[in-house]
């Protein structure tokens, strides 16, 4: 009822929040009035902001959101693209990079195996990161998937789909607990876990995990 109360325009923007994750009636009220209460030019850049989301891309080698064919990553000549890290999504290479832990390159699946979701490998990019190892196949590809059912599930089907690629298949290890998530984990955590990385059994000449 005390939602009616405010104009158009508010309430609006209200629902507009409310759809988004995590954002329940309280904080979408909270962001709004904080809009309100700003300058003009700060409002409209906002707006402006939002407004430019449609214009983003995807990396043509990596699947990261970039404003241009091929993101910052994948043009920096400093990468060790002998280094391949496989992520679910573009937040998730955020937080490794933040750790200053891979100097590599990524592959960004776009989300992980969910059969109850209709999501299989032909929605995610698992052709493309199929592709692009056949063509350049990379020393080491490191899985830095997050440890629920959805992730260990992805894992389990990359590990077959890559078997015979002629690369080092890792899995990020220590100080992920099961059903955590890389996007909300600490830099020590996912530096931890990249530092403990354990070499799959099934990967050619791997017979042991790595040590810290």
């Not at 195996?113 to 929605?123: A, C, F, K, Q, R």
């Amino acid at each position: 009822m005390a939602r009616t109360l405010l104009p158009a325009a508010l309430r609006n923007l209200l629902e507009d929040f409310l759809q988004l994750p995590g954002i329940g009636q309280r904080s979408a009220e909270r962001m709004v009035f904080a809009l309100l209460g700003r300058p003009k030019e700060v409002v409209e850049r906002f707006a402006r902001d939002i407004q430019a989301l449609p214009t983003t891309v995807t990396c043509e080698v990596c699947g990261m959101l970039s404003e241009e064919g091929r993101c910052a990553l994948c043009r920096d000549p400093h990468r060790d693209v002998r280094t391949l890290c496989v992520v679910a999504s573009t937040l998730d290479l955020m937080a490794i990079e933040r750790t200053g832990t891979h100097e590599g390159v990524y592959h960004v699946l776009g989300g992980v195996l969910s059969p109850l979701d209709g999501i299989g490998p032909e929605t995610l990019t698992i052709a493309a990161l199929l592709a692009r190892v056949a063509a350049a196949p990379p020393r080491e590809i490191i899985l830095a998937l997050n440890p629920s059912t959805e992730g260990e599930t992805t894992a389990l089907y990359l590990q077959e789909a890559l078997a015979g690629c002629g690369a080092t298949l890792s899995r990020i290890a220590h100080g992920l607990p099961t059903g955590a998530s890389l996007e909300f984990a600490d830099d020590l955590t996912i530096t931890r876990s990249f530092v403990g990385r354990r070499a799959l059994a099934s990967s050619p000449g791997v017979s042991r995990s790595r040590s810290p």
